[in-house]
């Protein structure tokens, strides 16, 4: 954990507002809708880290796996990891070769037919997506921070879960060395203790991003009990202010089908039903909206407000209460008129 008192500013996006973070875990999380500003929000968090001291490499979208090769010229032991690495992944030998022009040459050699080409022949996105990261993951002397944006890019599903993983190997070699994804792939939301929440930052259309600086000892406990439950389909309210959350899965068919019907279907973009699995596990969902500052929607029967978790977090939730009051404000007039 490192402590570092970022204050980001973006008007255009956010007003007055300002974003604050002083406790950064190793892993973080930059999160929310398109629109909603996070590589913006990286860029500036960037720069301020190097301002403090710290050695940067920032990835952006738009990155070429040409252009971190270079790097393995001179170290070779990242150019030999990232070879067994990837060979083991695809099942192909790979390997960086030296040109008459001194560029090194990613070469594949498929055993099973005995051939041999280029991997700029074969068009092979995601292993050169998969060269790119490795070697910024791998070479420890590129940056104190490393910022990645969009590392979903062109990666299968379980090779996204697999640089998670190296990203906590990484992490747990070196405790001097912090990571942050801009994602808006659910399988880098790795939340598997309660303190990776607070390495989640929401971003929001139109507000302020928000983030969980500490946990209760209470929420702690909760999430302890929560997060083994917490599956890929749940994290799905991470990149939406408008996710809408139901019981059981009878629930989420029907309004899934409904949705499509409301007057304003543009409105409803990004919106998804969400079954949780039951009127605990709603309650529970709505604590981590309110600790992250997200905006969430409950359709449920009646009685899960009277009992059960969602009546206390609904009781606690300063926004809820801030709109009973205001409800309380508009009926003033219409209870004076009958008494």
């Known amino acids: 954990?490192?402590?570092?008192?970022?204050?980001?500013?973006?008007?255009?996006?956010?007003?007055?507002?300002?974003?604050?973070?002083?406790?950064?875990?190793?892993?973080?999380?930059?999160?929310?809708?398109?629109?909603?500003?996070?590589?913006?929000?990286?860029?500036?968090?960037?720069?301020?880290?190097?301002?403090?001291?710290?050695?940067?490499?920032?990835?952006?979208?738009?990155?070429?796996?040409?252009?971190?090769?270079?790097?393995?010229?001179?170290?070779?032991?990242?150019?030999?990891?990232?070879?067994?690495?990837?060979?083991?992944?695809?099942?192909?030998?790979?390997?960086?070769?030296?040109d008459i022009d001194g560029t090194l040459i990613p070469i594949v050699e498929n055993k099973a037919w005995n051939v041999e080409y280029m991997l700029e022949d074969a068009d092979c996105h995601g292993v050169q997506e998969n060269i790119s990261l490795l070697i910024s993951l791998y070479d420890v002397e590129s940056g104190d921070v490393l910022f990645i944006d969009e590392p979903e890019q062109h990666l299968h599903p379980q090779f996204q879960t697999f640089f998670m993983n190296e990203i906590r190997k990484e992490a747990s070699y070196s405790n001097n060395r912090f990571f942050f994804l801009i994602t808006h792939s659910p399988f880098f939301i790795d939340l598997r203790t309660p303190e990776d929440l607070t390495g989640a930052i929401c971003c929001h259309v139109n507000q302020v991003p928000s983030n969980i600086e500490e946990l209760s000892e209470e929420d702690d406990a909760l999430f302890r009990r929560f997060l083994p439950r917490f599956n890929t389909y749940h994290k799905q309210f991470f990149f939406s202010d408008n996710q809408i959350f139901v019981e059981g899965y009878t629930d989420q068919q029907m309004f899934t089908y409904l949705l499509n019907y409301i007057e304003n279907d543009y409105a409803a973009a990004g919106t998804g039903i969400i079954d949780v699995g039951g009127k605990d596990e709603l309650g529970v969902f709505c604590k981590v909206c309110s600790l992250l500052g997200t905006n969430g929607r409950i359709i449920t029967d009646l009685d899960s407000l009277?009992?059960?978790?969602?009546?206390?977090?609904?009781?606690?939730?300063?926004?809820?209460?801030?709109?009973?009051e205001k409800q309380k404000e508009k009926q003033t007039d219409f209870y004076s008129s009958i008494f």
């Open 306 to 324: 009277f009992a059960g978790k969602l009546r206390d977090v609904f009781c606690n939730d300063q926004r809820v209460l801030g709109w009973m």
């Open 1 to 98: 954990m490192i402590t570092l008192e970022a204050k980001v500013k973006i008007p255009f996006l956010w007003g007055k507002a300002v974003f604050k973070k002083s406790s950064w875990p190793q892993i973080n999380l930059i999160v929310g809708p398109n629109g909603s500003g996070k590589t913006l929000l990286a860029q500036r968090l960037a720069e301020q880290f190097k301002e403090t001291g710290y050695n940067i490499k920032f990835l952006n979208a738009e990155r070429k796996y040409k252009d971190q090769i270079f790097i393995l010229k001179d170290n070779e032991k990242v150019r030999l990891k990232i070879e067994k690495v990837l060979s083991s992944m695809f099942g192909k030998s790979i390997k960086f070769i030296e």
